[in-house]
């Protein structure tokens, strides 16, 4: 059953097996407010068992471009276009955040992957020593670390 998050009032629904449960709601919810105020887009997710299609995706572009697979549980994902945008996201338990932007019809395509980390969670071992992280601080989420890669193949 698919959610719309609503970050005026957070939410931990879909979100309550993680430790850090309430970071993570917050961070779905600052990742919907982004989408809201640019796109006018609701972000809405998905359990991560109903949508391995999306599961997939991710998981192939992380194995082909980096050689990462995390053993953290998926709890949800949300897969969406926004104007010439493909946006795919995976919320894990452990409080990680992925994202994965595509443009398409676009001369200067911009192809990339996105790691944010929930205030609270240590940074996954599959991504230790390969990234550094950037802090940012949201008043919905407290301090966000992340990180990205640029997209290569074609997906």
Known sequence: MSYIVDFKNVSTVGLESSPVVEALAGLRANEARYF????????????????????????????????????????????FQVENIKMAYVFYEDGLSINVMYTVDDPKPKRAVGFKLSEGMDIPKELEGKFKFARQKSKLAGTIRGSYFVIKGEY
Do not use: C, G, W
Not at 71 to 76: G, I, S
């Open 36 to 79: 809201m105020n640019k796109y006018k887009h609701e972000f809405t997710v998905v359990p991560a068992s109903e949508s391995q299609e999306t599961l997939d995706y991710v998981n192939r572009i992380l194995k082909e471009e980096r050689d990462i697979e995390f053993a953290a549980k998926p709890l949800e994902t949300s897969r």
